[in-house]
T-cell receptor, first 116, second 114 residues
Framework: GESVGLHLPTLSVQEGDNSIINCAYSNSASDYFIWYKQESGKGPQFIIDIRSNMDKRQGQRVTVLLNKTVKHLSLQIAATQPGDSAVYFCADAPTNSGGGADGLTFGKGTHLIIQP | ETGVTQTPRHLVMGMTNKKSLKCEQHLGHNAMYWYKQSAKKPLELMFVYNFKEQTENNSVPSRFSPECPNSSHLFLHLHTLQPEDSALYLC?????????????FGNGTRLTVT
């Protein structure tokens, strides 16, 4: 089956710099995308989502960009802080999956390391 | 503080033991899930309960037995597990019906099978 993947397993950035985490998806029927953050010893935490009728969505210090042409998703974190250190992974779901886990596909994750 | 609570946080069990994992969601959601998270692998969906009815079982071995007594509680009963079953077991909940919505996860149970 099709799966969601990430370009880099580990990303190291300086505290205060901006981070960009990338994700490629292969399911052309996907129209709902989610980013999760998982800190050590915790479960995945919802960060932000975006639907395919949008190219960009902003949250608090985070921005998700969606390029449907090349099936690419990215998460930008502004002014990274030590608390941003975590594994970030994306997930996608097909059209009208009705919410929940139906058709939801997760990537393996990128480990973001914030250096002082 | 997460709206999905899992107990215990850590569990060590022998292959002949029987134990249960517990999950409770305080979000008013109508669907609950069990996921398995192993190192360097994507999350694996194990079981799905919509409105207390099991709707999906992704070829999970029978040594894992789920139970959903109501829309807020979910259990995973374990018996005669294998060492390769050692992993982080995550419970999640969501609101299904209508448009897509994200899953909300608990902090998981770290299971070690000896």
């Amino acid at each position: 089956g099709e799966s969601v993947g990430l370009h880099l397993p580990t990303l190291s950035v300086q505290e205060g710099d901006n981070s960009i985490i990338n994700c490629a998806y292969s399911n052309s029927a996907s129209d709902y995308f989610i980013w999760y953050k998982q800190e050590s010893g915790k479960g995945p935490q919802f960060i932000i989502d975006i639907r395919s009728n949008m190219d960009k969505r902003q949250g608090q210090r985070v921005t998700v960009l969606l390029n449907k042409t090349v099936k690419h998703l990215s998460l930008q974190i502004a002014a990274t802080q030590p608390g941003d250190s975590a594994v970030y992974f994306c997930a996608d779901a097909p059209t009208n999956s009705g919410g929940g886990a139906d058709g939801l596909t997760f990537g393996k994750g990128t480990h973001l390391i914030i250096q002082p | 503080e997460t709206g999905v609570t899992q107990t215990p946080r850590h569990l060590v069990m022998g292959m002949t033991n029987k134990k249960s994992l517990k999950c409770e969601q305080h979000l008013g959601h109508n669907a609950m899930y069990w996921y398995k998270q192993s190192a360097k692998k994507p999350l694996e969906l194990m079981f799905v309960y919509n409105f207390k009815e099991q709707t999906e079982n992704n070829s999970v071995p029978s040594r894992f037995s789920p139970e959903c007594p109501n829309s807020s509680h979910l259990f995973l009963h374990l018996h005669t597990l294998q060492p390769e079953d050692s992993a982080l077991y995550l419970c999640a909940s969501s609101q299904v019906g209508g448009s897509n919505s994200p899953l909300h996860f608990g902090n998981g149970t770290r299971l070690t099978v000896t």
